[in-house]
């Protein structure tokens, strides 16, 4: 693995931490992200028409993903309501690879290697850490952390069959970035009454500013699959987990137990055995 993709990789994993720790320490969560997503539209519209428009296959897996990640938004917001960002996160970023791994044996009959079992082992194991003890997560948090995961992995399913729908890929992720944005804004203006967005306010672009660092994220990882296979990069992604405990005792001033922290350092362990 090139030198060149492991510093996007790891610059990629600590961008990730760093907005979801900035969407953890917000007082409204659900307004940030929704700022924040709104902040990814207004980038993709000026480029939307610079690549071909989908053809009229690609739209109802464009239209599902949107909607699942509107989905994934509000149970993310719920599961940082319940808990610390180094107790959510790694089970989201965990169970992601645990549920694709185990969703291909179970409906596509893919075999499991010994490094794939290994590794869904120190996810489930790490997970469970986390749940026991005097620093364990509540309930309501793993719930919503847990279901959070199974969202995102649905949609990853979704946009890894409907790129293929389309001739340049880059049009696909835009149209899902953009309506992304605009639909959850709409369910979090319905749910509300409205939306306030105060253009002069310090907030708001700070909060825009956490939907720049959420996109450059996910440029840094697209960036590095040109310069390693996508399981390699995917494997330096995941020490996500580790960066995100250390914001969170850095600038959240939460609290990390030698269980913890082992308990993430499992999590991490078990996602790129299965990555690899």
Known sequence: MSAVAVILALCAAVLHASWNAFLRSGTDRLWSVTVMSL??????LPTLFFFPLPGSGAWPYILASSLLQVGYSLFLVAAYRHGELGQVYPVVRGTVPLLVT???FVLFGDVLSGLHLAGIGAIAFGIL???????????????????????????????????????????Y?????????????????????????????????KAAGGGVVALSAYGLVVVAYAFAPAGLVTAVRETSVVFAALIGVAFLKERLSARRLAACLLVVAGAICISL
Do not use: E, M, Q
């Open 39 to 44: 902040a990814g539209s207004a980038i993709a």
């Open 102 to 104: 185990l969703a291909s």
């Open 129 to 171: 850490s986390l749940s026991i003890g005097k620093t364990r997560a509540s309930n309501a948090s793993l719930l919503f952390a847990l279901a959070t995961a199974a969202i995102i992995a649905c949609y990853s399913t979704v946009d890894s069959r409907g790129v293929k729908t389309v001739v340049t890929p880059l049009s």
């Open 173 to 205: 992720a835009l149209w899902v970035l953009f309506l992304y944005g605009i639909l959850l804004a709409a369910v979090v203006a319905v749910r509300r009454r409205g939306l306030t967005l105060d253009l002069r306010s310090s907030t708001t672009w």
